[in-house]
């Protein structure tokens, strides 16, 4: 029993740590994954800017070549238009990025938290299979009605001797 026994533990164990070293496997390559999207999103944001200033500066052009003064009336209206419409893209976009990456560190977490899961679990298994393993150990002596305690017969007393003779209390 005691051999099968330690090697039931020590799969446990190391099931628990295997376990525990693919789950944190996965949840690295998920903030990873997460830090992509981000960079993807801020990417995408620096575009959109790009094309709503070159828009503006067309929408500019174009007033001024018409003689029209920029920054007044109609051509100011028509610039703070495009401006918030470009604001509320970028916002939806930005938007949509972080919340692939939050979900994406989110679930990332989650596998680190269940990888250490399993690792506790594996060292509680080994734990308490060395306390069923001792206890089994200590049963085994057998003999006259002594329920087969390999400390049956033994001075169980609270006290010990020095070896001069002395009972250290």
Known sequence: MGLGKGFEMSGQYKAGKEGYKAAKERGMALLQQAGQVTRAGLFELDKITDVQGDTLARQRAQFASAGVRIGTGTPQVVGEETSSEFEQKK???????????????????????????????GRLSLLTGGVQLFGSLMNLGGGGGQGGNLWAGTNTSSSLTTPFGGAIV
């Open 91 to 121: 916002f939806a976009v930005g938007e949509r990025y972080a919340s692939q990456a939050d979900y994406l560190r989110s679930q990332a977490l989650q596998e680190i938290k269940y990888g250490k899961k399993l690792r506790k679990a």
